[in-house]
């Protein structure tokens, strides 16, 4: 039974200019609202791809690497934190599906 | 290419803007198509099935061709019912699928949308515009150009390029349908799914005895109950040649209220015991995810024209799940001819103000998309309550089991099963109230 972890599944997902230390990150999260006044920190389960993580203290982070670019977080996200983008070809990152 | 004006600019090269594309070369229109990722379909995910006949309308005989982009046409299909124990299907299989044109192709878009853009180029190279219409990849529209209140082109970084018309087939995640207002800034989760997918190769061989398909006949299996974790939604299966495509839809309000992970649930699906037996083995080659929209239509874009620019596909969040099929990728196709046709009339009269461009709208309405669109909103919401994506599936699988367990004690009417099976799961009167529903929506 092949019952994936969340992080072998990303580990088969091609990203584009992967090698790049540098990307411009496309989708730009004000977590200071998700870590004042957000009752659900929805984006912490519902993320697909776990870009939204919770600390210990119960403190939203964002990282924009491992986005597949699903649109999740900017419909769920009802509090206005989350300002979503596609990314730049040549200076972001983002997916290419191989089977799609 | 700066300088010069097209006909049109089609945003996204997906399927609504691929079949749009190959009938403005058909057509013998000068447009230009832009793509953002490295190629057509390299940013595309559906479940999927292409179902219906429209594709032999973009390539004609395209059954005949040996490595087209397709996987497998549908030969069966399957409906499965689900609690934590047991399944109970409904399952169709008939020869008459194997007549062309298909009624259903089942594709993996990355490979797909490519094949169907190398269509397009070769429609292009045989138009008037050979060398004067293109397929731009790698680029991303920042904006669609305004001049008072008309669509006049599109910007990408600090450059422009000019057009009577833009068509935005960009997709769900509609930023361009929202730029022009043509859609709210904010689209909120209500009536929106996370679709979740894992691509699983097998050796092809095992595949077809396993599934009991011969030649590139296919099977389509969709479910409902447990299989969602008690969010709304449902599962699917779809055979490709080698590899199956698994998934589910899950309601992203009801993710966000239970406190779900669609990861998760997807777990939790593929450990049940008819879906772990159907899918043992094999390897998991791609994991993915997309939204997509339920059908229902209070979430549509306000109009799908306004002067210079049309509205297509998934973008216009035409897509919709009735209890018959996920329907998505035929009204893409559907929606980008009738919008191309469209700006084909535009041209003839030089008039690509909406007065020309409501035509769109009309021709849509009166096609098979928003025909079905409109008729089936009852069965849409139906679908999308707790009944029928918990109540009902659990109902028929305790009737399943009393009816299809032999125990050599007195064995009950299959009434008096069936009445205990719907005092423990649900009550007469709201199945009453349900069944009026579905005869009255289906």
């Known amino acids: 039974m092949n019952l994936l972890k969340l992080t072998e599944r990303l580990g088969l997902v091609s990203y584009r200019n992967q090698s790049k230390s540098e990307i411009k990150p496309h989708i730009i999260v004000d977590t200071d609202i998700c870590n004042s006044t957000c009752p659900h920190k929805c984006?912490?389960?519902?993320?697909?791809?776990?870009?939204?993580?919770?600390?210990?203290?119960?403190?939203?982070?964002?990282?924009?690497?491992?986005?597949?670019?699903?649109?999740?977080?900017?419909?769920?996200?009802?509090?206005?934190?989350?300002?979503?983008?596609?990314?730049?070809?040549?200076?972001?990152?983002?997916?290419?599906?191989n089977y799609g | 290419m700066e300088d010069e004006k097209f006909d049109c600019i089609i945003v996204g090269a997906g399927v609504a803007g691929l079949a749009a594309?190959?009938?403005?070369?058909?057509?013998?229109?000068?447009?230009?198509?832009?793509?953002?990722?490295?190629?057509?379909?390299?940013?595309?995910?559906?479940?999927?099935?292409?179902?219906?006949?429209?594709?032999?309308?973009?390539?004609?005989?395209?059954w005949e061709e040996k490595d087209?982009?397709?996987?497998?046409?549908?030969?069966?299909?399957?409906?499965?019912?689900?609690?934590?124990?047991?399944s109970f299907s409904i399952d169709f299989k008939s020869s008459h699928f194997r007549e062309t044109p298909y009624s259903g192709v089942v594709v993996l878009r990355s490979?797909?949308?490519?094949?169907?853009?190398?269509?397009?180029?070769?429609?292009?190279?045989?138009?008037?515009?050979?060398?004067?219409?293109?397929?731009?990849?790698?680029?991303?529209?920042?904006?669609?150009?305004?001049?008072?209140?008309?669509?006049?082109?599109?910007r990408t970084g600090e450059e422009e390029f000019h057009a009577n018309s833009v068509i935005i087939a960009e997709g769900v995640n509609n930023l361009l349908t929202r730029q022009v207002g043509l859609q709210d800034d904010y689209v909120p989760a209500d009536h929106m799914l996370t679709g979740i997918k894992e691509v699983i190769r097998y050796d092809q061989e095992k595949l077809e005895d396993r599934f009991q398909l011969s030649g590139l006949g296919g099977m389509s299996n969709e479910y409902i109950g447990y299989a969602t974790d008690g969010v709304e939604g449902g599962g699917f299966l779809y055979t490709n040649r080698d590899t199956i495509s698994i998934g589910l839809v899950l309601g992203l309000k009801d993710l966000r209220e239970k406190g779900k992970s669609p990861h998760d649930i997807l777990n939790h699906f593929k450990k049940h015991p008819a879906v772990e037996d159907t899918i043992r083995g094999g390897e998991v080659v791609e994991y993915s995810a997309h939204v997509?929209?339920?059908?229902?239509?209070?979430?549509?874009?306000?109009?799908?024209?306004?002067?210079?620019?049309?509205?297509?596909?998934?973008?216009?969040?035409?897509?919709?799940?009735?209890?018959?099929?996920?329907?998505?990728?035929d009204y893409a196709m559907r929606s980008g001819i009738l919008a191309a046709e469209t700006i084909g009339k535009a041209k003839e009269r030089d008039d690509f103000s909406s007065s020309t461009l409501k035509e769109y709208r009309q021709a849509l309405d009166e096609s098979f998309v928003m025909k079905d669109m409109n008729s089936f909103q009852d069965a849409v919401h139906m679908l999308h309550s707790p009944q029928m994506f918990k109540d009902v599936p659990n109902l028929i699988c305790d009737f399943g089991r009393k009816f299809f367990t032999i125990n050599n004690e007195p064995t009950p009417k299959s009434r008096k099963m069936m009445a205990e099976s719907i005092k423990e799961h649900s009550s007469y009167w709201d199945l009453m109230k349900l069944g009026f529903k579905g005869a009255k929506s289906l």
């Open chain 1, 43 to 97: 984006t912490t389960y519902v993320c697909p791809a776990n870009c939204y993580t919770m600390d210990e203290n119960g403190t939203v982070h964002f990282q924009v690497e491992d986005c597949i670019e699903c649109g999740t977080c900017m419909y769920a996200c009802d509090q206005g934190a989350v300002d979503w983008n596609y990314p730049d070809p040549e200076i972001g990152r983002g997916v290419t599906w």
């Open chain 2, 21 to 62: 594309a190959m009938t403005l070369a058909r057509n013998n229109m000068k447009f230009l198509l832009i793509e953002k990722g490295e190629f057509a379909g390299s940013k595309n995910v559906s479940g999927g099935v292409i179902w219906g006949n429209d594709l032999a309308k973009l390539v004609p005989n395209y």
């Open chain 2, 68 to 86: 087209a982009g397709w996987e497998r046409y549908i030969t069966q299909r399957r409906l499965t019912f689900m609690d934590e124990q047991s």
């Open chain 2, 111 to 154: 490979k797909f949308d490519r094949w169907l853009a190398g269509k397009v180029e070769e429609a292009i190279a045989e138009s008037d515009f050979a060398m004067d219409s293109f397929i731009a990849t790698n680029i991303k529209v920042d904006e669609v150009l305004m001049e008072d209140g008309k669509a006049v082109g599109i």
């Open chain 2, 292 to 329: 997509v929209s339920s059908g229902d239509k209070r979430l549509m874009p306000k109009e799908l024209y306004k002067d210079g620019v049309l509205i297509c596909g998934e973008a216009a969040n035409l897509l919709m799940n009735a209890g018959k099929a996920i329907q998505g990728m």
